[in-house]
């Protein structure tokens, strides 16, 4: 069985740009979520869908990121315009809901910013 | 407000011992789910093993299992016969109630000795 796939695995841009990163969770996982991981914050989510609808986005730092879910199959996160400090690695997990049961991550983007 | 605390940034372990990665929380929830994953040198993160609040058995999987101590708020991972392979950043996580969402702590490198 295929795991959770994220696109592109490595991404270079210039300040001022914009980036999207892409998710595909795994079949039948109906709960997704977007992390950040930098050294100085370690692992922070950012944002979840359960069923396509977005439930807590709380952690999205500033109106520049957003994302989407417009089906069960793919997510979006866009940053735009980029910044030196969005410099990180991308997680893209999902789980199945109802139920206690583990979230399974993608292999990550690493976003480099410069 | 949930927290997780991994005091121990870094450990060294001889191969073929057993090692003990320290994880102390703070919920308010009653219910909860205690999470551990791993993050070798390339980046993934590989769920470990989970332990929830109403479990009366420490979870084992393989050679890990979870000292989990309710009472003093702590799920520490035991790592039996250390390999090589064990060499890897080990993070604890936490779900709070009904919720879906992760609050992850500052991980612990851990570096297996031949």
């Known amino acids: 069985d295929a795991g959770v796939i994220q696109s592109p695995r490595h991404e270079v841009t210039e300040m001022g740009q914009e980036v999207t990163l892409r998710c595909k969770p795994i079949s039948g996982h109906n709960s997704l979520f977007w992390y950040r991981q930098t050294m100085m914050r370690g692992l922070e989510l950012l944002i979840y869908?359960?069923?396509?609808?977005?439930?807590?986005d709380s952690g999205m730092p500033e109106d520049r990121f957003s994302a989407k879910m417009p089906n069960a199959s793919f997510s979006t996160l866009k940053i735009q315009p980029s910044e030196p400090r969005d410099s990180a690695v991308y997680f893209c997990?999902?789980?199945?809901?109802?139920?206690?049961?583990?979230?399974?991550f993608g292999p990550g983007t690493r976003l480099t910013v410069l | 407000a949930q927290k997780i605390t991994q005091t121990q940034p870094g450990m060294f372990v001889q191969e073929k011992e057993a090692v003990t990665l320290d994880c102390t929380y703070d919920?308010?929830?009653?219910?909860?789910?205690l999470f551990w994953y791993k993050q070798p040198s390339s980046g993934e993160m590989i769920f470990l093993i989970y332990?929830?609040?109403?479990?009366?058995q420490n979870a084992t999987e393989g050679r890990y299992s979870l000292n989990f101590q309710k009472a003093r708020k702590s799920a520490n991972l035991v790592i039996s016969a250390s390999q090589l392979g064990d060499s890897a950043m080990y993070f604890c996580?936490?779900?709070?109630?009904?919720?879906?969402?992760?609050?992850f702590g500052g991980g612990t490198r851990l570096m297996v000795k031949p």
């Open positions: 997990a999902s789980k199945e809901l109802p139920g206690y049961n583990e979230q399974f």
């Open positions: 869908f359960n069923n396509n609808v977005p439930i807590d």
């Open positions: 332990q929830g609040s109403y479990d009366e």
């Open positions: 919920t308010s929830d009653q219910s909860y789910g």
């Open positions: 996580a936490m779900r709070g109630g009904a919720g879906n969402m992760l609050t």
